[in-house]
C-alpha cells in the first residue's frame, strides 16, 4: 500500500516524462532525495538545537553570574546597613551624653548666674543703705556740731551770770 502510493507519487510528478511509469529505480531515487532532505532537516534542526543549547548554557552563566553580582551587592548594602546603623546607636548615645552634659553646664550656668544677680543685688542694696547711713551720720554729726556750739554758747552765758 505504501509502495503504491510512492509509485503514485513518482508516476504523477515525474520529470523524465508525463507517460513514464514509476519503476523500483525511480521510487529508489524519489526515497534517496526524500531521505537526504530529512536529513538535512534533521541535521539542521540538530545544529540549531544545539545552538540553543549553548544559548542557553550562555545565558544560565550570565544569569548566575548576574545573580552572583547582585546577591554579593545585597550582602555588601546589609552589611554596611548594619554597620551604620552601630555607628548611628553609638554617635545617639555619645550625643545623650553630651547634651546631658550640657544641660547640667547649663543649669550650673544659670544657678551661678542667678546667685551673681541676688549677690549684686545685695551689695547695690547695701551700698545704698550705706550712703543713706553715711548721709544720716553726716547730718547727725552736724547736728551734735550744732549742739555743741549751742551748749558751749550757753555755757559761757551760764559762766557770765555766775560771777
Same mark, same amino acid.
Given at each position: 500500500?505504501?509502495q503504491?502510493?510512492?509509485e503514485?507519487?513518482?508516476?504523477?510528478?515525474?520529470?523524465?516524462?508525463?507517460?513514464a511509469?514509476?519503476?523500483?529505480?525511480?521510487?529508489?531515487?524519489?526515497?534517496?532525495?526524500?531521505?537526504?532532505?530529512?536529513v538535512?532537516?534533521?541535521?539542521?534542526?540538530?545544529?540549531?538545537?544545539?545552538?540553543?543549547?549553548?544559548?542557553?548554557?550562555?545565558?544560565?552563566?550570565?544569569?548566575?553570574?548576574?545573580?552572583?553580582?547582585? *546577591?554579593?551587592? !545585597?550582602?555588601?548594602?546589609? #552589611? &554596611?546597613?548594619?554597620?551604620?546603623?552601630?555607628? @548611628?546607636?553609638?554617635? +545617639?548615645? %555619645?550625643?545623650?551624653?553630651?547634651?546631658?552634659?550640657?544641660?547640667?553646664?547649663?543649669?550650673?550656668?544659670?544657678?551661678?548666674?542667678?546667685?551673681?544677680v541676688?549677690?549684686?543685688? *545685695?551689695?547695690? !542694696?547695701?551700698?545704698?543703705? #550705706? &550712703?543713706?547711713?553715711?548721709?544720716?551720720?553726716? @547730718?547727725?554729726?552736724? +547736728?551734735? %556740731?550744732?549742739?555743741?556750739?549751742?551748749?558751749a554758747?550757753?555755757?559761757?552765758?551760764?559762766?557770765?551770770?555766775?560771777v
Amino acid at each position: 500500500s505504501t509502495q503504491s502510493t510512492w509509485e503514485a507519487v513518482v508516476s504523477t510528478q515525474s520529470t523524465w516524462g508525463s507517460e513514464a511509469k514509476a519503476t523500483p529505480m525511480k521510487s529508489a531515487v524519489v526515497l534517496c532525495l526524500f531521505a537526504l532532505v530529512a536529513v538535512s532537516f534533521a541535521a539542521e534542526a540538530q545544529s540549531s538545537l544545539a545552538a540553543l543549547l549553548a544559548m542557553k548554557a550562555q545565558a544560565s552563566g550570565a544569569i548566575d553570574s548576574a545573580m552572583g553580582v547582585l *546577591f554579593d551587592l !545585597k550582602k555588601a548594602s546589609l #552589611t &554596611e546597613r548594619d554597620d551604620l546603623n552601630n555607628r @548611628n546607636k553609638t554617635e +545617639e548615645a %555619645e550625643g545623650t551624653r553630651a547634651v546631658a552634659e550640657l544641660t547640667q553646664i547649663l543649669n550650673v550656668a544659670q544657678t551661678n548666674y542667678q546667685n551673681g544677680v541676688e549677690h549684686r543685688e *545685695f551689695v547695690e !542694696k547695701e551700698i545704698e543703705d #550705706t &550712703e543713706k547711713h553715711i548721709v544720716w551720720i553726716e @547730718n547727725r554729726l552736724a +547736728e551734735i %556740731e550744732r549742739k555743741l556750739e549751742e551748749l558751749a554758747v550757753q555755757r559761757c552765758h551760764a559762766n557770765a551770770l555766775f560771777v
